[in-house]
């Protein structure tokens, strides 16, 4: 947990599995595994995030190119 909110990933869709999400932490039961689908839950970065960051700064740095297509090609392969 971080600040208020209770940050988490689904793991169980590899496609899904670099999408994080967050929802308010207090009266929250932490033990228990939260869904996407209760309200309130906020998506706070995924897949999509990864490709604009690639198309705005790969030309910029090699570093971040190599970065992104590793990313992308462990979640093509469910190395997640």
Known sequence: MIDSH???????????????YRIEAEG??????PSIDLPGVETVFSLKDLIAFYETYSMY???IKVFC???TE???LGEH
Do not use: C, H, Q, W
């Open 69 to 71: 297509e590793k990313v």
């Open 28 to 33: 929250r039961d932490l033990g228990e595994s």
């Open 74 to 76: 462990r979640v093509k």
């Open 61 to 63: 740095d090699e570093r």
């Open 6 to 20: 209770l940050y988490f990933r689904r793991i169980d869709n590899p496609a899904d599995s670099l999408t994080l």
